[in-house]
């Protein structure tokens, strides 16, 4: 077993793009962790996904050694991160293991908002952070900028700041010092009740839920009985061990080490991230502090676009359930769509991520509802019922109250776009906090905004009215009261329930002849009239009419077009077979993305 | 035998069955295809070349070696020809010397009188030596390539003809004695008026032909027309005038006591074009040249095959020079394709489909479907089932293809 002063644990916090993946494959190629033949690019982003990505979902974990100057052997446990807003609070339980952290910033770039979230939370956790500039290499570096930004906008001494090139290697050492010199070895008591942080798990076929944990207190060795102290559920240790990054079986983990347990867990719920787990002979007292739920912030409907292929996708959300366990699904019927699922996410990445594993892993054609939030309805009779679906939004007579979601709104942009952000904020019932300019041309700004209204498309539009360089960051701040209505989509009187729309009164006619505008362009001409309505309530606030098609006619159709004709039919009704049937009319899947360009 | 029974009206009985397509049962239409121009129209997308004349004498030799294929491999020398279509491209642009080639060629003992062989033609190239060649070979049928009697439009469309020369093209058809002869009139023309159509039907009917093909002006993206039509440059009629072409046509034809037998084209009794029901009817039919297309029913395809033949030059008279037949690559039909295209194709027909004639040849239950289907758009009125036939109603045939696409079973 190592001597804990030896150990050094520490994660590595960059914006996307940064370079955190291309330095931890530095670090795992200097402590000849992973031999140059093992090493692909970014190793520790396992699924493609992330890799084209270019992000990290799950977090890795490695364990590297390292001989430093001093002559002595340290255990380096790496504790990589999620890199989204997403997945914030993942973060924040990564960063509880570690006693450090490498702040890796883009010599050119410097710093962003997404970083600056997670440094903060660092801080917060009295984490002691290595500043390192990277990319020194490029043109356009300009080291004394970036250093300049760290002081002011993180507080940080950037007279430590690290100049290094990860991609060609160049000051790669000077950080593995630093991680030695600079970031205590962790406390912890072996002789004291078990006492270890859960900071991610995931399932695995053969051996059931993997779960990586920080040791803080005791030692957790296999055959011992553990309990899971938010669920009460108690197993015995079926293996220990580490990544290294290649599993490693060790008789036991104890204070301050990374690694992780298996106790033949089949469900991942079981183990949640946060949660502290414990010996059920001689338990901890307390849990460790911080466990949060992990709940979905963001909702929509998921739908087959082949009714037949309803139970394979019931595995594949299942199967997908398995490694994740902040994402939710449950049955839900839709009459226009027919059978799917309303599923939860924490967030528009976390929601993108899962459609596109459904339809690249599971080969899965989907139709997609309008993201919406979780709002909290007070009925007149005092009850308090949770929405998840616009068309679960009780009659207004007996609403007395909803409630949205509000976040906190973290946007850092150069100081010329100051004027666009602050017009798509108020477009977006966004109240602000703070604006707060840096001499470096940098401002942050703070908005508290309503989740409804960053759902849909408020990224895109940030980013496109700022030329891609605002970034942003948001986390939950309360549920507020707001006068909000269901908007619904009436198709020759018939009421679409996956376009109805929850939206503030005041952008309800507006938002509703956007959208019948926009539904109107996908839905073809049909034998007959169709009526496209907006209504709230029994009040129809907006029209669109398709008037019947009126010719239809092949002129030519002799020998030679016969086959043609007959293919583009096939095709033609291939197509048809896809659409979904309101009624008498034909709805293309793309009108039901028509909600998503709206706009705001 | 089965023959068609009728000119006018083949009973559709004679939609050849998997079971009976003993080869000594086959009456066939033949088509040739004669892609030579002087000069591309400019709605055209057919396969067609222009200024390649001094071809002409070989690909005439590669499509009676084709024939000659066809005859010994895959017919045993056994089919009899109901029909005969040299088509184009431009037929006319051959000279006297070179039709007989190909006739004579095609038919060493003659063209049986009984057999209905039409020639296309174009007023530029059609000359009254021509004609009398044509009646000398034992052709019975002319269709010219009329289109339109306005110079304006004739210039628009890129043809090479003038509405006199039009005119003084259906005199000498007249004159030369034919009974049977077809114009092509086109209509829903860069800016043409329903006034103006009116008066190009009104002028063609003066001619007295005993058929009539309308053409509603079809553009695809890649001819120069309808890349004019994609810039704005030319403006096709609005939707509204086309279909009031569409019924006044209908009404001026149904008075001069024509029967529009189907979509596109109209007959004086007994004077609908029996080649071109064979495509309306799932009949084999025979096409040779580049880019014609065939269809057969064998024991090894039971719901028939169709091949295509390269549609350029070279890679038709490479093909032709094997001299074997079998080089033609199949594509046979599935019971589906096969009953999709006996829809689309019987439904263009005024008469229709004999739904009995249907389910014996595809089978009750795969035709349960499209009856029933059938009904819900006959209760609005878009189609018919009297009379143990499947039509479309008048008021449904502007609007054939989706009605069609309604009526085919899903996959």
Request: aromatic fraction near 8%.
């Amino acid at each position: 077993m190592s001597v804990q002063k030896h150990i050094r644990n520490f994660s590595i916090i960059a914006h996307v793009d940064h370079g955190k993946s291309t330095l931890a494959d530095r670090l795992l190629e200097k402590t000849n962790t992973v031999s140059p033949r093992e090493m692909k690019e970014q190793f520790l982003d396992k699924m493609d996904l992330e890799r084209e990505r270019g992000i990290t979902i799950k977090a890795q974990t490695v364990r590297m050694a390292y001989r430093a100057r001093d002559g002595q052997e340290y255990l380096f446990h790496l504790i990589d991160t999620p890199g989204h807003v997403d997945f914030s609070y993942e973060v924040s339980r990564s960063l509880a293991a570690c006693e450090g952290a490498v702040l890796v910033v883009d010599a050119a770039q410097g710093v962003e908002a997404q970083t600056l979230a997670n440094v903060y939370t660092a801080v917060d956790q009295g984490l002691e952070i290595i500043p390192v500039i990277n990319k020194i290499d490029l043109p356009s570096a300009d080291p004394e900028k970036v250093k300049q930004e760290i002081y002011e906008i993180i507080g940080l001494d950037p007279s430590d700041a690290l100049l290094i090139s990860a991609k060609t290697g160049t000051g790669v050492e000077s950080v593995l010092e630093a991680i030695v010199t600079k970031i205590p070895p962790p406390s912890g008591d072996p002789t004291h009740p078990l006492k270890a942080l859960i900071f991610d798990s995931w399932y695995d076929s053969y051996q059931g839920v993997v779960v990586l944990v920080r040791i803080f207190d005791g030692r957790v060795y296999k055959g011992m009985n553990i309990r899971f102290m938010s669920t009460g559920k108690t197993y015995e240790v079926t293996s220990v061990g580490t990544f290294a990054p290649h599993q490693v079986f060790l008789d036991a983990l104890g204070p301050g080490e990374v690694g992780f347990l298996t106790a033949s867990i089949k469900e991942i719920s079981h183990s949640k991230i946060g949660d502290t787990i414990t010996s059920v002979k001689n338990p901890a007292d307390n849990p460790l502090p911080g466990f949060k739920e992990a709940k979905p912030m963001v909702f929509s409907g998921l739908y087959p676009v082949d009714a037949g292929k309803y139970d394979d996708l019931k595995d594949a959300l299942e199967k997908l359930q398995l490694n994740d366990a902040s994402f939710r699904f449950e049955p839900e019927t839709s009459l226009a769509l027919g059978f799917g699922f309303r599923c939860g996410f924490l967030g528009m990445l976390h929601m993108e991520i899962v459609q596109e594993r459904l339809e690249r892993e599971f080969e899965l054609e989907l139709i997609t509802t309008a993201p919406t939030v979780r709002y909290e309805v007070i009925k007149t009779d005092g009850e308090k019922v949770v929405v998840e679906n616009p068309i679960q939004l009780p009659s207004p007579q007996k609403i007395q109250a909803i409630l949205e979601p509000v976040m906190l709104g973290t946007i850092h942009i150069p100081s010329d776009y100051v004027g666009t952000v602050l017009k798509l904020c108020e477009e977006r019932r966004g109240v602000q906090k703070e604006i707060k300019f840096f001499s470096s041309n940098r401002v942050v700004v703070t908005y508290e905004l309503p989740l409804n209204e960053i759902v849909i498309d408020f990224y895109d539009r940030l980013k496109s009215s700022t030329r891609g360089y605002a970034s942003f960051d948001y986390e939950f701040l309360a549920f507020k009261p707001a006068n909000l209505v269901r908007l619904d989509v009436l198709i020759n009187g018939e009421v679409v329930d996956a376009l109805s729309l929850i939206v503030h009164r005041d952008k309800a006619y507006a938002k509703g002849r956007d959208l019948i505008k926009r539904i109107k362009q996908f839905i073809p001409r049909q034998l007959f009239e169709v009526a496209i309505q907006a209504a709230i309530g029994s009040k129809v606030i907006a029209r669109e009419t398709i008037k019947p098609l009126r010719k239809n006619v092949t002129a030519k159709c002799y020998g030679g077009d016969i086959t043609r004709k007959r293919k583009l039919l096939e095709k033609q009704k291939e197509g048809k077979k896809r659409m979904k049937r309101v009624g008498r009319v034909d709805i293309p899947q793309d009108a039901f993305l028509a909600i998503l360009s709206v706009e705001g | 035998m089965r023959r068609f029974s009728s000119v006018t009206c083949p009973c559709n009985d004679s939609m050849p069955r998997p079971t009976e397509s003993k080869r000594d049962q086959t009456a066939l239409a033949l088509y040739v295809h004669i892609p030579f121009c002087v000069k591309k129209c400019a709605y055209c997308d057919f396969t067609s070349y222009a200024g390649k004349e001094s071809e002409i004498p070989d690909y005439i030799t590669h499509v009676l070696d084709e024939w000659a294929a066809i005859r010994r491999e895959l017919l045993k020398n056994q089919a009899s020809i109901s029909t005969l279509y040299l088509g184009g491209g431009t037929p006319s642009l051959l000279t006297e010397n070179q039709m007989t080639r190909l006739v004579r060629g095609l038919f060493p003992e003659g063209i049986d009188p009984s057999m209905e062989a039409t020639v296309e033609a174009n007023p530029e190239s059609l000359t009254p030596s021509k004609l009398a060649c044509y009646q000398e070979l034992g052709i019975n049928r002319v269709s010219v390539g009329i289109q339109s009697f306005s110079d304006a439009h004739l210039r628009l469309l890129g043809r090479l003809h003038s509405a006199r020369r039009a005119r003084e093209c259906l005199d000498m058809i007249r004159r030369a004695g034919w009974r049977n002869f077809s114009m092509d009139l086109m209509y829903g023309l860069p800016g043409q008026s329903h006034e103006d159509f009116l008066r190009d039907l009104d002028e063609a009917l003066g001619f007295e032909p005993p058929h009539l093909s309308t053409y509603c002006l079809t553009l695809s993206g890649g001819v120069p027309l309808g890349q004019a039509a994609a810039r704005g440059a030319i403006h096709l009629p609005p939707e509204a005038e086309i279909l009031k072409m569409m019924a006044s046509l209908d009404k001026t034809m149904a008075s001069h006591g024509y029967e529009h037998y189907e979509v596109s084209n109209f007959a004086r009794p007994g004077h609908a074009c029996r080649h071109n029901l064979a495509y309306w009817t799932l009949s084999p039919y025979i096409g040779l040249g580049a880019g014609a297309v065939s269809f057969f029913i064998e024991e090894v395809a039971p719901w028939g095959s169709h091949w295509e033949n390269p549609g350029s030059l070279s890679g038709y008279a490479k093909r032709a020079r094997n001299h074997s037949w079998a080089f033609h690559e199949r594509s046979p039909l599935s019971h589906r394709e096969a009953l999709i295209e006996a829809l689309l194709t019987g439904l263009r027909l005024k008469r229709g489909l004999s739904i009995r004639a249907l389910a014996e040849r595809f089978g009750e239950e795969a035709i349960g479907p499209v009856l029933q289907k059938a009904a819900l758009l006959a209760a609005e009125g878009w189609c018919e089932m009297d009379g143990g036939s499947l039509r479309i109603t008048p008021g449904g045939s502007c609007l054939l293809d989706t009605l069609v696409l309604e009526l085919i079973p899903e996959s």
